[in-house]
């Protein structure tokens, strides 16, 4: 274990969500019904039970209207729900199954399977956590083109679920009526959920103060976009970061939010090329610094001697590469232990409220940062 601080902020969430580690909202008196929701929705209360069961997916602004009357009416759609929350008032009624679900689609299990240094910690994480809370763990791949909930939730056979890797958000907001939910190292809004994440902005201050350190003034992020609304999108901390340092950019379109694509590390690189002056250090995350790496020594160049880079994830490539990558590493098994406590302290305290903990990782520096003189005309800033 590397002894990452963990930190839990007194507010990510936006105004108009629930406060972190807050208390559980109170059941109103008078439970809404299904016809209570089919009104506020528009539908009918067949459409509503359809939607809530998986049974049928809707049209996507029908099951946007079910979802926010469930939400604005403190809906509990099923017989299982309304169990769940009478144990939760009488705990000691409550008949735990002290399973846990880890869902994930079928291509994380896969790369998991294979070692990848990534998911694959954090399914390591996530067991280890399990055994040492006294839980087992289900491993439920699910295909993101099913619109219906995993078998094992739908059947009321675990306790909790934790997500890895991205699900739509309508199909999230679903499944947070049924149990609490863990997300691991991922993180958006308007969800009941709970988020154990790496503490990005952290990672970001990091990075950057590490170039700024050794002479770098030219600064460049390569990366795919998050969306303008990500409250915590590395290109949106990215350059609070650099306003923070009172640093503009020199070249601020080239490290513009791009397409999430395979062509995404040859775009920056031709139009970096063009650049003058050039950036002297990129940050991006440690995938695309191999590849980009791979491209300046096609192209005659080298790191760090043309170009720095600084990664981030930690991946084992990071290591391997020529020359070996600096790159913040994310502390992944320790993500999906805290995961897991997290969770079973919903289960079993019997509080549902939305929160986030952030893990703080550490930076390994390597041999692709150069030391550089600082420009004259920089010199000040």
């Given at each position: 274990m590397?002894?990452?601080?963990?930190?839990?902020?007194e507010?990510?969430?936006?105004?108009?969500h629930?406060?972190?580690?807050?208390?559980?909202p109170?059941?109103?008196?008078r439970?809404?019904s299904?016809?209570?929701?089919?009104?506020?929705?528009?539908?009918?209360?067949?459409?509503?039970?359809?939607?809530?069961?998986?049974r049928?997916?809707?049209?996507?602004?029908?099951?946007?209207?079910?979802?926010d009357?469930v939400?604005?009416?403190?809906?509990?759609?099923?017989?299982?729900?309304r169990?769940a929350?009478?144990?939760?008032?009488?705990?000691?009624?409550?008949?735990?199954?002290?399973?846990?679900?880890?869902?994930?689609?079928?291509?994380?299990?896969?790369?998991?399977d294979?070692?990848?240094?990534?998911?694959?910690?954090?399914?390591a994480?996530?067991?280890?956590?399990?055994?040492?809370?006294?839980?087992?763990?289900?491993?439920?791949?699910?295909d993101?083109?099913?619109?219906g909930?995993?078998?094992c939730?739908?059947?009321?056979?675990?306790?909790?679920?934790?997500l890895?890797?991205?699900?739509?958000?309508?199909?999230?907001?679903?499944?947070?009526?049924?149990?609490?939910?863990?997300?691991v190292?991922?993180?958006?809004?308007?969800t009941?959920?709970?988020?154990v994440?790496?503490?990005?902005?952290?990672?970001?201050?990091?990075?950057?103060?590490h170039?700024?350190?050794?002479?770098?003034?030219?600064?460049?992020?390569?990366?795919?976009?998050?969306?303008?609304?990500?409250?915590?999108?590395a290109?949106?901390?990215?350059?609070?970061?650099?306003?923070?340092?009172?640093?503009g950019?020199i070249?601020?379109?080239?490290?513009?939010?791009?397409?999430k694509?395979?062509?995404l590390?040859?775009?920056?690189?031709a139009?970096?090329?063009?650049?003058?002056?050039?950036?002297?250090?990129?940050?991006?995350?440690?995938?695309?610094?191999?590849?980009?790496?791979?491209?300046?020594?096609?192209?005659?160049l080298?790191?760090?001697d043309d170009?720095?880079?600084?990664?981030?994830?930690?991946?084992?490539?990071?290591?391997?590469?020529?020359?070996p990558?600096?790159?913040?590493?994310?502390?992944?098994?320790?993500?999906?232990?805290?995961?897991?406590?997290?969770?079973?302290?919903?289960?079993?305290?019997?509080?549902?409220?939305?929160s986030?903990?952030?893990?703080?990782?550490?930076?390994i520096?390597?041999?692709?940062?150069?030391?550089?003189p600082?420009?004259?005309?920089?010199?000040?800033?």
């Amino acid at each position: 274990m590397y002894g990452f601080e963990k930190v839990t902020i007194e507010k990510v969430p936006p105004e108009g969500h629930p406060a972190p580690m807050s208390d559980a909202p109170e059941v109103p008196v008078r439970r809404a019904s299904i016809r209570d929701v089919a009104k506020y929705a528009g539908v009918s209360h067949t459409m509503v039970s359809l939607i809530l069961n998986g049974r049928h997916p809707g049209a996507p602004e029908t099951r946007a209207k079910v979802l926010d009357a469930v939400e604005k009416l403190n809906y509990q759609p099923d017989a299982n729900y309304r169990k769940a929350v009478a144990e939760r008032s009488h705990p000691r009624a409550r008949r735990k199954t002290k399973v846990l679900a880890l869902v994930m689609p079928r291509s994380v299990q896969q790369a998991a399977d294979h070692d990848d240094g990534f998911h694959s910690l954090t399914l390591a994480g996530v067991l280890n956590g399990a055994k040492a809370m006294g839980y087992e763990v289900l491993i439920s791949p699910h295909d993101l083109k099913s619109k219906g909930l995993p078998a094992c939730v739908m059947n009321d056979q675990v306790d909790g679920v934790l997500l890895d890797d991205t699900f739509p958000l309508e199909w999230v907001k679903l499944l947070t009526t049924r149990l609490p939910c863990v997300y691991v190292n991922r993180y958006f809004e308007q969800t009941n959920a709970i988020f154990v994440t790496v503490h990005w902005a952290q990672e970001m201050i990091t990075s950057v103060n590490h170039a700024w350190d050794r002479g770098h003034r030219n600064f460049a992020f390569m990366g795919a976009d998050t969306g303008d609304d990500h409250p915590l999108g590395a290109h949106r901390l990215f350059f609070e970061v650099m306003r923070a340092k009172g640093a503009g950019l020199i070249h601020p379109e080239l490290s513009r939010r791009r397409p999430k694509s395979n062509t995404l590390v040859d775009e920056f690189f031709a139009e970096w090329l063009d650049c003058d002056p050039k950036p002297t250090v990129v940050l991006t995350d440690d995938g695309r610094g191999v590849r980009l790496m791979r491209l300046l020594k096609e192209n005659g160049l080298s790191v760090p001697d043309d170009l720095s880079i600084i990664g981030r994830l930690g991946h084992p490539n990071a290591a391997k590469c020529d020359p070996p990558l600096t790159s913040y590493e994310y502390p992944i098994k320790e993500i999906g232990e805290w995961a897991v406590r997290m969770l079973v302290g919903a289960i079993e305290s019997n509080r549902l409220s939305p929160s986030h903990l952030l893990i703080e990782g550490r930076l390994i520096e390597r041999a692709s940062v150069k030391t550089i003189p600082v420009p004259e005309e920089l010199s000040d800033k």
